[in-house]
């Protein structure tokens, strides 16, 4: 218990402060370590695969294509002076909508912690990495195929888009 | 032992804050950043779920939202650097093209 609650409050508190920042090379980097407090919650779900690849895709891979670019285009802080001025959320009617959406958020969440009958794991273990790719070779072999389809198409159109030129 | 719920109120915290981040920054690296908070909310709501019902196909979905936030990524940000190239900015306001 002690431990889901330092590895909510690391992923909580950090991604609070990605969206805090205003340099998004902090953003990053913080992004990181909530990636890595949830692969800390994946290994006590019992779920060491989604744990294992949540560092090496999320943490190893898109986080270090989101680096790059931050430090390709050097990283321009964002401007703050007129932000507060002509934010189109800072009217009245957006901020009452958003205060009415968060009191709403916070009573249901505290209905479903004080719920009475908090439905504990079973003691059953089912997900061995081998049932993994047992299963995802065989009932999710079309989606997995469309899959790397859509990787390809994916790489195609970020060189596309990202070549400097002929259009 | 945290129960199934004190998972889901995680996530939907997350959620929030991925949310919030989406509609009060300006910057589009950061919005893209709020988005990626989102699809970890959503997988580890996946994950909670696969363990209660004792299930590897919540892993599974895991897997195939981890492919597709890597797709994302990468287009959204072959996209900001031609918006950069453009304009020599970051801020969503100034791309206001398509806006009648």
Redesign the interface.
Same mark, same amino acid.
Not at chain 1, 44 to 47: F, G, I, V
């Given at each position: 218990?002690i431990a889901?609650y330092a590895l909510?409050a690391i992923?909580?508190v950090s991604?609070?402060l990605?969206?805090a920042?205003r340099n *998004?090379i902090y @953003? =990053?980097l913080l992004?990181i370590a @909530?990636?890595g407090a949830?692969s800390g919650? /994946?290994v006590?779900?019992?779920?060491p695969? &989604?744990a294992v690849?949540?560092i090496i895709? /999320?943490a190893g891979?898109?986080m270090v294509?989101?680096l790059f670019?931050?430090m390709?285009?050097n990283a *321009?802080h964002?401007?703050t002076e007129h932000?507060l001025r002509?934010?189109p959320?800072m009217r009245a009617g957006p901020m009452g909508f958003g205060v009415v959406l968060a009191v709403v958020?916070v009573v249901?969440?505290g209905l479903?912690?004080g719920?009475g009958r &908090? #439905?504990?794991? #079973?003691a &059953?273990s $089912? #997900?061995?990495v081998r049932?993994?790719g047992r $299963?995802?070779f065989t009932d /999710?072999a079309f989606?997995f195929e469309v $899959?790397s389809v859509?990787?390809l198409? &994916?790489?195609v159109?970020? =060189?596309v888009?990202?070549r400097?030129g002929s259009r | 032992m945290p129960s199934l719920n004190h998972y889901l109120v995680l996530s939907a915290i997350l959620f929030s804050i991925g949310t919030a981040g989406v509609f009060i920054r300006r910057n589009l690296i950061t919005i893209l950043l709020s988005i990626e908070i989102m699809l970890n909310a959503v997988n580890l709501t996946f994950v909670a779920f696969g363990r209660a019902l004792g299930s590897a196909d919540g892993q599974i979905i895991v897997f195939f939202v981890m492919t597709v936030a890597a797709a994302e990524a990468a287009v959204g940000l072959a996209i900001v650097i031609g918006l950069f190239r453009h304009r020599e900015s970051l801020n969503p306001d100034m791309f206001t093209s398509l806006k009648w």
């Open positions: 218990m889901f909510a992923a909580v991604s609070l990605v969206i920042q *998004p @953003s =990053v992004l @909530s990636f949830l919650l /994946y006590m779900l019992d779920a695969f &989604a690849i949540q895709v /999320y891979a898109i294509l989101f670019v931050v390709l285009l *321009p964002e401007e932000d002509l934010h959320l958020l249901e969440l479903a912690l719920a &908090a #439905s504990a794991f #079973s &059953a $089912t #997900s061995s049932d993994i $299963t995802l /999710y989606a $899959t859509l990787i198409v &994916a790489m159109g970020a =060189v888009l990202a400097r | -």
